[in-house]
C-alpha cells in the first residue's frame, strides 16, 4: 500500500528551532513506522520560500529574497540527517518544477471558474502573510498568533472562490470524521467553516517574490497557494524522469502544527476540489513546543531549547526520544535542557542501555558469548503478547507518544525480571543451568524485540544493539516474542548512552 506523509513546509526567514524539528522527528517516527510495516512510503519535507515574510526578511538584512532562501533552506536541509530523517525529497518552493506545476493546477482553477478580479481590505498580519476574518481579530486589531498590530490594506487581487466551496466542505468533514485529528481540531475547523466562508486572496499585485499569474503577469500567488501546492508538485518531479503522483496521490497524512489548522483544512481541500484533484486523506495537528517555564520561547526569556546544543551534547535519539516522550501528540508542551538530560540518564542510559549492556554482558560471562538456543520464559513473553499490535494501532492514530509508552513499559519490566532472576545467583549453583539459560535467552529475545520497535525512535541506538545480536530484520512482523531462541554469538556492545559532559559554559566554570 502507498502511504505518503509530508511535514508543513518551513519558512526561511530565520534558522531552523526546535518546533521544526519536533514536526520533522514526530513525522519521521511515522514514516520508520510504516517503512517497518511494509508500507510503500513516500516521506515530503522542504522549505516555503516566497511571499511578505521571506522578501521582508531579506531586505531588513540588504540581501535578496533569493540569497537568504539559499541561505536559509541550505540549514534546514542540512539539519534533516542530523536529526536522522529518513524523508525521500526535499522540496524548495523556488524549485522551477515546483513553479511550473504551481502555475499549472491555478490556472485549471481560473479555467473552472473558480477565480474573479476584486479589491480586497481587510486586516493583514506581515508575519503570517494572511488577511485575517473578523472572528479571528484579537481586540486591538491584533494577530490571534502573532499578537503584532494588523495593518489595514487595500489592494485590487484575485480572488479564489471559497465560498463555493462551503457545502462541499461540509459534505467533507460529515462523511470523513477522521479527515482531521484530534477531535478538538476537527471541532475548530468545522466550526470554521460553519461561520460562513469569504472569498480569499489568490494573487498580489505589489508584491514581486512569487510565482507569476499566468493569466495576469503582474500578479504573484498568494505564498499560501504556492506553499500548499507543494505537497502536490513534489510527487511530478522528486524523481528525475518519473511521475510519482499515481502512486502517492491523495496524500495519507499531512502533520502540521495548530496555527496553519485553517489552511490545511479548509483553503487546500478546497482549491484541489477546484482543481478536480482528489483530497488528502488526513491532516494530523500537533500542539507547540512552550520553554520549560510554560511560556512562548523567545531569546528574551531565555527560555528557547536550541536543538543544536541537544544534538551536540547528547545526541539525536536522545532529542528525538525525549520530543516525542515528553510532548504528547496533539498538546501544547513545555520543554528544557533539564527534562533532556534527566530522560537521557534515568531513561535511556539506566534504563535501556543498560538492560542493553548487562543481558549482553551475561551471555558473555556466562555462556562464553553465545545464546543459549532454548525455550523463552512464558511469563516474560506473556509480557510482550501483542505488543506490535498496540504499537501499531496507537500509531494509526498518531499516538506517537503512547506508543513509545507502551514500548517502554517493557523496558522497565525486563529491568524488574532482571532483578526478580537474579542470573548471577542462577549461575553460582551447577543445578540451575537451564534456568539461566532460559533467563538469558529470554532477555536477549527482549531486547531485540524492543530494538525493534524501537527503530523508528531511536534508529541509532536500536540498530547498534541488534548488530550486537546479529540481527537486522526490523521489519514489524519480525517484532512477535519468540517462544524459543535460535542462539548464536553476540557480540560485544560499546555503552549506548555514554556519560555526557557537561555544557561548555558550566565546564569552565
Ligand atoms: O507555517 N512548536 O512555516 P513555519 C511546535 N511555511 N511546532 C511549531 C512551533 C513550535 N514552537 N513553531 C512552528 C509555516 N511550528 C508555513 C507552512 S505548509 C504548506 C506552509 C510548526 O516555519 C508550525 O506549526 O512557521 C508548522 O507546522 C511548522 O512548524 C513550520 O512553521
Known amino acids: 500500500m502507498s502511504f505518503y506523509i509530508t511535514t508543513a513546509i518551513s519558512y526561511v526567514n530565520g534558522a531552523p528551532h526546535l518546533g521544526h524539528a519536533y514536526e520533522a522527528i514526530t513525522t519521521d517516527v511515522i514514516a520508520r513506522h510504516m517503512r517497518q510495516r511494509g508500507e510503500d512510503v513516500f516521506f515530503l519535507t522542504g522549505t516555503d520560500e516566497h511571499g511578505e515574510p521571506i522578501a521582508d526578511a531579506a531586505h531588513a538584512q540588504g540581501v535578496e529574497p533569493q540569497q537568504l532562501a539559499d541561505e536559509n533552506a541550505a540549514r534546514f536541509k542540512a539539519l534533516m540527517p542530523q536529526l536522522q530523517i529518513s524523508n525521500d525529497f526535499f522540496i524548495r518552493t523556488t524549485d522551477e518544477q515546483h513553479g511550473l506545476r504551481v502555475q499549472a493546477v491555478l490556472e485549471r482553477v481560473h479555467d473552472n471558474g473558480y477565480t474573479h478580479k476584486g479589491l480586497y481590505e481587510g486586516w493583514y498580519c506581515p508575519r503570517c502573510a494572511d488577511f485575517k476574518v473578523e472572528n479571528e481579530i484579537l481586540e486591538g486589531n491584533r494577530c490571534p498568533i502573532h499578537e503584532i498590530a494588523l495593518v489595514r490594506e487595500q489592494e485590487e487581487n484575485w480572488f ?185 540518564e534515568n531513561e535511556l542510559a539506566n534504563e535501556y542501555g543498560n538492560l542493553a549492556s548487562r543481558t549482553i554482558a551475561m551471555v558473555h560471562r556466562y555462556r562464553d558469548g553465545v545464546v543459549p538456543a532454548t525455550a523463552t520464559d512464558p511469563e516474560l513473553a506473556g509480557e510482550f503478547a501483542e505488543l506490535p499490535e498496540r504499537v501499531r494501532a496507537l500509531i494509526d492514530r498518531v499516538d506517537t507518544t503512547g506508543a513509545l509508552a507502551e514500548i517502554w513499559q517493557r523496558v522497565r519490566r525486563c529491568n524488574r525480571y532482571v532483578e526478580e532472576r537474579a542470573p548471577w545467583q542462577l549461575a553460582r549453583d551447577a543445578d540451575r543451568a537451564q534456568q539461566l539459560d532460559t533467563v538469558l535467552a529470554s532477555l536477549v529475545e527482549a531486547v531485540r524485540v524492543l530494538s525493534v520497535l524501537l527503530a523508528a525512535y531511536i534508529p541509532t541506538a536500536s540498530g547498534k544493539l541488534l548488530a550486537a545480536l546479529n540481527r537486522d530484520d526490523i521489519s514489524i512482523a519480525s517484532a512477535g516474542f519468540a517462544a524459543r531462541v535460535a542462539g548464536g554469538p553476540v557480540q560485544a556492545l560499546e555503552p549506548l548512552f555514554p556519560k555526557v559532559s557537561p555544557p561548555p559554559s558550566q565546564a569552565a566554570a
Open 160 to 344: 479564489f472562490r471559497l465560498s463555493a466551496f462551503q457545502a462541499p466542505l461540509e459534505r467533507l468533514f460529515a462523511e470523513h470524521p477522521d479527515f482531521v485529528a484530534p477531535a478538538v481540531r476537527y471541532n475548530e475547523a468545522r466550526a470554521f467553516i460553519a461561520s460562513g466562508l469569504q472569498d480569499i486572496s489568490l494573487s498580489r499585485a505589489r508584491m514581486s517574490w512569487g510565482i507569476t499569474v499566468p493569466w495576469d503577469p503582474g500578479h504573484v500567488f498568494y505564498v499560501w497557494f504556492d506553499a500548499l501546492l507543494n505537497y502536490y508538485t513534489a510527487l511530478g518531479y522528486a524523481h528525475d524522469g518519473e511521475d510519482l503522483t499515481d502512486r502517492y496521490w491523495p496524500a495519507t497524512y499531512h502533520v502540521i502544527g495548530k496555527d496553519i489548522l485553517k489552511f490545511h483544512t479548509v483553503f487546500w481541500p478546497a482549491m484541489l476540489m477546484a482543481a478536480d484533484i482528489p483530497v488528502p486523506e488526513h491532516v494530523f495537528v500537533h500542539g507547540f513546543l512552550l520553554g520549560a517555564d510554560g511560556r512562548k520561547m523567545s531569546k528574551s526569556l531565555g527560555n528557547v531549547l536550541d536543538p543544536y546544543e541537544v544534538l551536540d551534547r547528547f545526541g539525536s535519539d536522545a532529542l528525538r526520544f525525549y520530543l516525542v516522550r515528553d510532548v504528547a501528540f496533539g498538546a501544547d508542551g513545555s520543554v528544557g535542557i533539564d527534562g533532556v538530560k534527566m530522560r537521557y
